[in-house]
């Protein structure tokens, strides 16, 4: 049985303990079958997700999905007996060829609500190994693997570390933002763009984003450009993406799977966007569902915390041991940006975020409030009902909703200390690095200490 989802013990071994403990699981394989091959790490114990239920969207059999976002007929075989037999003949068979009597059909009205926990079954991942770029000068090349969106941390940092071998980062920058395609102003795009490679190529930088070629971090992107690509660069691109949501993932399905990959570009009011190929790494989160965000939002969050925690040796910068940094830069961004900012600032292991200010939308307006808001996290009388009302305008909300998203602003002000802009002309530099760096000091003098403990990455 896969671990999916269960911790995998000895994460932290060094290589060499990793791969006599892979020679003498092979070994044992061997000694009872001489001719059996051991089956690979990644299918032992990465598990993916696919729907057990059709629960249909809405009564109506014309176009009508599952409520995953499949139709019917991309249900497995099982799947779709089931559904035959509680849904009757004449309604499964209007939903499986449609017809021109489509419409005098209606799906029986339920009280059941799909819910990824209870109506999707795990199974081992069929869908991993490497995916070529195509369209471009040259081919790029970076790995891949779809998996279980609560696929826990040590299971993923072994992948990581161990089947992938790649180096223990010496910081990690979170990108966030939203998935409009949102011009920047083209000297702040070009100054965040050079100080984001420049940061990463110096540091060593693990740089993780979203992985889809649409809103920022297409930014990002074509920030680091070829440079993840060429052979003993320390920058490692890693975009953690809903696999429901990958343009053509049909193509990434196999085993120690090679692939061509060419992205027809994103396309308004289509549920899919294509990997950008500026990446050399891509964890697929699967939650069951199609054409929708949110399952690898919780296995970046667990994954980043969990960095967070991580020793790392800091004796080759005169130090001792201390976690891995880590700090989120924030460029635009929608309206769920503050809750992720939020929970940022505040998580048990605090990560600070440098805010892009005139990036637009969630940007400008945490920079606002930063700037403006008093000690405890308000803005005075007429600045607040206008904020308000700039909240509602930029993301077309009522009030009701308007006023929680600016009590949302105010809890992210409560640890403004964590909170840095980056504002062109103004302080020392033009610079971002050097604020990336400034806000982890800053984020060290708040609350993350030197790590005691004794294990190494």
Known sequence: MPLGRHSATGVFRTKTEHLSHSSSDSSGSSSSDT?????????????????????????????????CGLSLNEHAPDVKLEALARLGVPEFRALVTGGP???????????????????????????????EFQGGPHPTRARYVRLHY???????????LHEWCIG????????????????????????????LLRAAKTIGAWVITNGLDIGVTRH?????????????????????????????RETLLGLDHTCAYYSQGWKPG???????????????????????????LCLRRRLEQYLAQQPIDMRRYGGSKSRVPIVGVLLEGGAQTFRTVFELVTGRNPVPVVVCD????????LAFMHRYANEDGDLPGPLKEQMIGTIGR????????????????????KRRRLISVFRMGEGDSDEIDITILTALLQGMSFGVSPSSGNRNL
């Open 35 to 67: 001719s059996s091959i051991p089956t690979p790490w990644i299918e032992r114990n990465i598990t993916a997700l696919e729907c057990g239920k059709f629960l249909p969207a809405r009564r109506s059999v014309v176009n009508s999905r599952c409520c």
């Open 101 to 131: 009597n489509v419409a005098a059909h209606r799906i029986p009205s339920t009280n059941e609500r799909w819910q990824v926990k209870t109506h999707t079954r795990e199974m081992s991942t069929n869908a991993y190994g490497t995916v």
């Open 150 to 160: 609560d696929t826990s941390p040590e299971v993923v940092l072994q992948l990581l």
């Open 168 to 195: 223990v980062p010496n910081l990690v920058i979170s990108t966030l933002g939203g998935l409009a395609n949102a011009p920047l102003q083209s000297k702040l795009k070009r100054v965040v763009q050079s100080g």
């Open 220 to 248: 990002i992107g074509d920030a680091l450009g070829d440079e993840v690509h060429v052979r003993g660069s320390n920058i490692v691109a890693l975009g953690i993406a809903p696999w429901g949501y990958v343009q053509h």
């Open 270 to 296: 289509r549920q899919e966007a294509p990997l950008h190929s500026h990446h050399n790494y891509f964890l697929l989160a699967d939650n069951g569902t199609t054409g929708k965000f949110g399952g690898e």
């Open 358 to 365: 005139g990036s637009g939308r969630a940007a400008d307006l």
């Open 394 to 413: 930029t993301f077309q909300l009522r009030r009701a909703d308007s006023e929680g998203l600016y009590s949302e602003l105010r809890l992210c002000m």
